[in-house]
């Protein structure tokens, strides 16, 4: 098992960054990970993948272009570079570990076994 701690979130002016991260407890260098977001009265959705080597990145399309997903594995860290933040956006934070159907992309959240306990991300107008 692997536990994942998410930080970084805050209060951001829409149009601005913020860069959240994810550590886990042990070495995870052979974890397929990603980023997921819930807002209120919404249901968690996928936000950015990225495999265990970095060489596969994807992203949903209401993030591509703005959203960077990079890990760096001598540190156990995934991250998630926000920029140009928009109100919609202000959600709580997952990130998770694929743990089923990992050898190619997936978004499915029930392929992930390993959930952090999220970092919240408010964008203010």
């Known amino acids: 098992q692997v536990q994942l701690v998410e930080s970084g979130g805050g209060l951001v002016q829409a149009g601005g960054s913020l860069r959240i991260s994810c550590a886990a407890s042990r070495p995870f260098h052979n974890y397929v990970m990603g980023w997921f977001r819930q807002a209120p009265g919404k249901e968690r959705e996928f936000v950015a993948y990225i495999d265990a080597l970095q060489r596969e990145t994807v992203y949903a399309d209401s993030v591509k272009g703005r959203f960077t997903i990079s890990r760096d594995n001598s540190k156990d860290t995934l991250y998630l570079q926000m920029d140009s933040l928009k109100p919609e956006d202000t959600a709580l934070y997952f990130c998770?570990?694929?743990?089923?159907?990992?050898?190619?992309?997936?978004?499915?959240?029930?392929?992930?076994?390993?959930w952090g306990q999220g970092t919240q991300v408010t964008v203010s107008t």
């Open positions: 998770a570990a694929c743990v089923k159907d990992c050898m190619e992309f997936t978004g499915n959240l029930t392929h992930y076994g390993y």
